[in-house]
């Protein structure tokens, strides 16, 4: 906490189902910018995920809850599932600011999502409303990536910073793939979220 000010990192998603590369990210970014807590937030029906096999939101809830009960730095938001109607990260945010005016935001996005968010609803909220952390593959080779933080940071008047992490070769993607061709998900997604998976079939088909 600095200057008073609790920081807190928001870790939005669909989370169909949430695996390991989600839980990494989240920590490397509370130990990189010395988070308080990371607030994870399921979405309720993300407008980009149409056609997807999509399990209950509610599921998806609860399957979050399951994921992150072992860190103490990590929490839980049902707003936009308790939400009606699309999700929209610009409306979460605003949402969290009103309820917690005094607290920094700090959204946490993996690097592709940068190309992305100019499509998004209302995108200079977003930048007003928090700092947009990065995941960013270490190594070299960035040049297109960096110039994108560049032209971001100038048109909003806002810094975005990188969390260094090696690339997790883990998707939700290739895990509802797996689940329904009866393959293993060990040590792709925690235990406790594999037993809720098997417990009500879901992503079998």
Same mark, same amino acid.
């Given at each position: 906490?600095?200057?008073?000010?609790?920081?807190?990192?928001?870790?939005?998603?669909? @989370?169909?189902?949430?695996?390991?590369?989600?839980?990494?990210?989240?920590?490397?970014?509370?130990?990189? @910018?010395?988070?308080?807590?990371?607030?994870?937030?399921?979405?309720?029906?993300?407008?980009?995920?149409?056609?997807?096999?999509?399990?209950?939101?509610?599921?998806?809830?609860?399957?979050?809850?399951?994921?992150?009960?072992?860190? =103490?730095?990590?929490? #839980?938001?049902? &707003?936009? &599932?308790?939400?009606?109607?699309?999700?929209?990260?610009?409306?979460?945010?605003?949402?969290?600011?009103?309820?917690?005016?005094?607290?920094?935001?700090?959204?946490?996005?993996?690097?592709?999502? #940068?190309?992305?968010?100019?499509?998004?609803?209302? =995108?200079?909220?977003?930048?007003? *409303?928090?700092?947009?952390?990065?995941? &960013?593959?270490?190594?070299?080779?960035?040049?297109?990536?960096?110039?994108?933080?560049?032209? #971001?940071?100038?048109?909003?008047?806002?810094?975005?910073?990188?969390?260094?992490?090696?690339?997790? =070769?883990?998707?939700?993607?290739?895990?509802? *793939?797996?689940?329904?061709?009866?393959?293993?998900?060990?040590?792709? &997604?925690?235990?406790?979220?594999?037993?809720?998976?098997?417990?009500?079939? #879901?992503?079998?088909?």
């Amino acid at each position: 906490m600095e200057n008073g000010k609790r920081k807190t990192g928001i870790m939005g998603g669909t @989370f169909n189902p949430i695996h390991i590369g989600h839980l990494l990210l989240a920590e490397s970014a509370r130990e990189t @910018f010395g988070l308080d807590e990371v607030l994870f937030v399921p979405s309720g029906f993300s407008y980009m995920k149409k056609g997807m096999e999509m399990a209950d939101k509610k599921m998806r809830l609860e399957m979050t809850r399951l994921a992150i009960s072992g860190n =103490p730095s990590f929490a #839980l938001s049902p &707003v936009e &599932v308790e939400r009606e109607g699309n999700s929209y990260t610009c409306e979460t945010l605003e949402a969290l600011r009103a309820g917690q005016p005094e607290t920094e935001f700090y959204f946490i996005v993996g690097a592709d999502s #940068l190309f992305a968010m100019e499509t998004w609803k209302r =995108p200079e909220t977003i930048f007003q *409303n928090c700092t947009v952390l990065a995941a &960013v593959r270490k190594g070299n080779g960035h040049d297109e990536l960096n110039a994108q933080i560049a032209c #971001l940071e100038e048109k909003y008047g806002t810094e975005i910073g990188r969390i260094p992490m090696e690339e997790i =070769p883990v998707s939700s993607t290739d895990i509802r *793939n797996r689940v329904h061709h009866g393959k293993s998900i060990r040590y792709m &997604v925690p235990d406790n979220v594999i037993a809720y998976i098997k417990k009500h079939r #879901l992503y079998t088909g």
